[in-house]
């Protein structure tokens, strides 16, 4: 494939902080999506998909991530610890994750969803329904693509050539969510960074 060099590339932890600083900048950035989203975490909480840095604000508590890529974990469990929160990382598959039900008070996925297809999505997030513990917390962020090209011409570019082959409308990531994790979802839509990329917050409490 055209673009699977610079996919590669992206693996190591070094560059993949390097595109995300550029690609992250300027406009509205994703600290305020975070800080709506993340900033109240509390407890065990899994990070679902966590890539090689802490993005999100840190929870009070226990912070596990979980990721596919051995070298992204190795990073992502060395950061510093801090007085109010201890770091630890798993290598698996967020459409198999490998711990019982009801073991976490809160579960997020930060940019993950784009990267799996319909049927992993689903599972994921089944999955992370699954190791909920009765009233905690699932947050999804994801990117989405604009329904149609004119709406935002950049943004279907970068959508187009993003490692995540799988970059769904904000209608279509709803519907699977809703199917796959069916309760009362609280949803955000806006737009962020320089090339006014849009994304989608979704919070639900589990019954
Ligand atoms: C765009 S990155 C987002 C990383 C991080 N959440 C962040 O916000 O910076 C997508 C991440 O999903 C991970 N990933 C892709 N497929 C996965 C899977 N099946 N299970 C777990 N993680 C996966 C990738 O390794 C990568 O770290």
Not at 179 to 203: N, T
Request: net charge neutral.
């Amino acid at each position: 494939m055209a673009w699977s060099w610079l996919y590669r590339t992206l693996e190591s932890p070094r560059v993949y902080n390097a595109v995300q600083r550029v690609l992250g900048a300027g406009g509205e950035t994703l600290d305020g999506v975070y800080r709506r989203g993340f900033g109240e975490s509390r407890g065990t909480v899994l990070d679902v998909g966590c890539g090689p840095v802490r993005d999100a604000p840190v929870p009070t508590g226990r912070l596990v991530g979980l990721d596919v890529n051995p070298q992204y974990i190795v990073r992502y469990a060395s950061a510093r610890d801090d007085a109010s929160c201890t770091t630890l990382g798993v290598v698996a598959s967020a459409a198999a994750v490998p711990f019982a039900d009801m073991s976490f008070d809160e579960c997020h996925t930060v940019a993950v969803l784009h990267h799996l297809d319909d049927e992993l999505a689903g599972r994921a997030i089944a999955e992370m329904v699954r190791v909920l513990k009765p009233g905690g917390r699932l947050a999804l962020f994801d990117m989405v693509r604009p329904e149609r090209f004119r709406d935002g011409p950049l943004a279907s570019i970068l959508c187009a050539l993003d490692r995540g082959e799988h970059v769904r409308t904000a209608a279509r990531l709803e519907r699977l969510v809703r199917e796959h994790g069916p309760g009362d979802w609280k949803i955000e839509s806006f737009r962020y960074a320089w090339p006014r990329l849009q994304g989608v917050l979704m919070i639900l409490r589990k019954p």
